[in-house]
């Protein structure tokens, strides 16, 4: 059967290489000090852009912002910096200073400080608890006292709970992926009142669970915050940020803002002075992994690879041409841009050859799609837009 290729933009993206959404070296990607700790000294621009939808909680996600561009950009002015001595550390970040402290294996927050609020938490609110993987959550009250418009003394207390929730990859607007992903999802639960008289306010002031809780349960202004980060393993700081806003009554709950920021990767690569641990991750994630549209088997030389193919779409039919230098075990699989499986065939033992292999996406193949296979256990992606 003559085969057209097909008139897609095909875009080769990674070496697929997560049979449970991980990548296959010695490494386990998670959330620790010494590669996601804040340090004195590290700058960091952020682009607010168009809100981003979290998604669903779930494993080997493929999160596709590939749709982000410049012209979505709402603010590219933003810009964190960090300034601290020991375990002690300030961010600075659009006219608010936030004040960070690590206690042994926990990130604390203890207060913040902008021009119009000052908050100071006699009981810390917990960020995250290293060392942080999939499924992994911390949980935890927090409690203070501030000054809103140097008028009104403010009580703050509520409850927050973060858990890395997802993990999987992510495809930049330029066509790049990002692998080892994970994103943590933190919700915070805030009470607060507001009094002209101190004593009103701060009166038997001191730390206590259950009456958070009831404030909580019985106030009839809450607010909740939902906040959204994705981490790369082998980065410092996240590549995203979604945070979600809402203001919550007896009877509604009402969203307040919602606002995105994208990291930029180049930043935290190239930015970032001296950042040898994540360095080290990213030296033994690419002596594993080739960057390239097919991968090599390691016992071969880089230039000797085990597949070479090409795909072609044929209304809704997909077919792969291709040829295996070595007899391998080899099976297709077809994805949407959700990570939900579309289509596979079985695995199969095949001689050194050339072969072609059919899949049906029956109604699938109007949206994009990616393509999953695996040699020998390892995997190989491409992803593919149709016309």
């Not at 290489?17 to 996601?36: C, K, R």
């Not at 927050?109 to 006699?122: A, C, D, F, V």
């Not at 994208?262 to 080290?280: A, S, T």
Request: glycine residues 6%.
């Amino acid at each position: 059967m003559k085969i057209h290729l097909m008139k897609l933009t095909f875009i080769c993206l990674f070496v697929l290489s997560f049979s449970t959404g991980h990548s296959q070296t010695s490494l386990q990607p998670q959330i620790d000090v010494t590669h996601n700790m804040f340090r004195s000294g590290d700058k960091i621009v952020k682009y607010q852009i168009n809100y981003l939808s979290p998604g669903d909680t779930c494993t080997n996600q493929i999160w596709d912002f590939s749709k982000l561009n410049k012209e979505k950009t709402i603010n590219e002015h933003y810009r964190l910096k960090f300034k601290g001595i020991n375990d002690s550390v300030m961010g600075l970040e659009h006219g608010t200073i936030y004040y960070y402290q690590l206690r042994h294996d926990s990130l604390l927050s203890l207060g913040y400080k902008n021009p119009t609020t000052e908050i100071q938490y006699l009981h810390p609110e917990l960020l995250l608890k290293f060392p942080m993987a999939l499924g992994n959550q911390c949980q935890d009250y927090f409690f203070g006292k501030g000054l809103y418009s140097e008028e009104l003394n403010v009580l703050s207390e509520g409850k927050s709970t973060t858990r890395v929730d997802a993990d999987g990859i992510i495809i930049l607007a330029n066509g790049d992926t990002l692998k080892n992903v994970l994103r943590t999802h933190t919700c915070k639960y805030i009470a607060e009142k507001m009094d002209h008289r101190m004593d009103s306010l701060y009166n038997n002031l001191y730390f206590n669970t259950d009456s958070i809780d009831f404030h909580l349960k019985n106030d009839s202004v809450i607010l909740k915050l939902d906040i959204y980060k994705w981490y790369v393993y082998g980065t410092r700081y996240p590549v995203f940020e979604s945070i979600q806003s809402r203001c919550k009554t007896t009877n509604s709950e009402k969203n307040i803002f919602s606002v995105s920021f994208y990291y930029p990767i180049k930043e935290q690569y190239y930015g970032l002075d001296e950042d040898v641990p994540n360095q080290n991750v990213k030296d033994e994630i690419s002596a594993n992994d080739t960057i390239s549209g097919n991968k090599t088997n390691s016992n071969k030389s880089s230039n000797e690879k085990v597949i070479i193919y090409s795909s072609s779409l044929n209304n809704s039919e997909l077919t792969i041409n291709y040829t295996l230098a070595e007899a391998s075990s080899i099976s297709f699989m077809v994805y949407d841009m959700s990570g939900c499986l579309l289509a596979e065939n079985p695995k199969q033992n095949c001689e050194a050859g050339s072969y072609s292999q059919t899949l049906s996406l029956h109604n699938y193949y109007q949206q994009k799609l990616l393509l999953k296979i695996e040699i020998n256990g390892e995997y190989y992606g491409q992803k593919f837009i149709n016309p």
